[in-house]
């Protein structure tokens, strides 16, 4: 959640509401808090953005995390923190979904089961839209596409046997949400897959790693601040 305790990361450091400004929220693994940074510097004069702590994880972690979180931060009986309601949610889960892992919780693409099949993913990713709806139902939504990291100019996804994933499996699960998501049409899509795989070859941190260089993490903050404004205005 967004809270002192994040000091290690600038994605994480405190951020708090300034009246005035919309007060939006970033749920994602890895990549969002590589761009989380970038979304804020962008979008510092008009937005206040906030991130979950750590990383977002699976699909089966996203409810659990955001009750805690607003549990945590806002106002309860129990804690005088937060009063405001969410703006806009921009989420996504992907990556932890995907990935194979043993009964040691190792990443192994050979003797690993995968975390959440593609029917698992989506029926859990449907559980998270109606929570979200139900939770914060005055709140824009926004899914972001899983992105991914080529090792060459094909249509290949995630790095062969890179972090215990498959080349190829980030436009499955891709394509099972966009599915899911036919049912929901208020809830808007921001492509970074294609974004992203249009230029794979300068941002990719390396041919066998999911995750981005410094330009790449900055370019996705740009464009996920884009989508961001677009969707507030």
Aim: proline fraction near 3%.
């Amino acid at each position: 959640m967004c809270g002192k305790r994040g000091a290690g990361k600038k994605a994480f450091k405190y951020v708090g509401p300034e009246s005035g400004k919309p007060n939006v929220l970033i749920y994602g693994d890895s990549i969002s808090i590589g761009y989380t940074e970038s979304v804020r510097e962008v979008l510092k004069d008009e937005v206040s953005v906030f991130r979950i702590k750590g990383n977002g994880g699976p699909t089966t972690r996203f409810i659990r995390s955001m009750d805690k979180m607003h549990k945590t931060m806002f106002y309860s009986s129990l804690n005088e923190g937060w009063d405001f309601e969410w703006d806009l949610i921009h989420f996504n889960v992907g990556l932890h979904n995907l990935k194979y892992v043993n009964n040691e919780g190792k990443y192994d693409i050979v003797n690993g089961a995968v975390v959440s099949t593609l029917e698992v993913y989506a029926e859990n990713l449907r559980t998270i839209i109606e929570y979200l709806q139900k939770e914060y139902p005055k709140a824009r939504l926004i899914f972001a596409t899983t992105t991914t990291t080529t090792t060459t100019t094909t249509t290949t996804t995630v790095p062969e046997n890179a972090l215990g994933r498959n080349a190829g499996d980030s436009v499955k699960y891709n394509n099972a949400a966009l599915n899911v998501l036919k049912d929901y049409p208020a809830i808007a899509i921001n492509d970074l897959y294609a974004y992203t795989k249009s230029n794979h070859e300068e941002w990719r941190k390396s041919l066998t790693n999911v995750h981005y260089n410094d330009t790449g993490k900055v370019e996705q903050g740009k464009e996920v601040a884009r989508v961001i404004k677009a969707i507030l205005q």
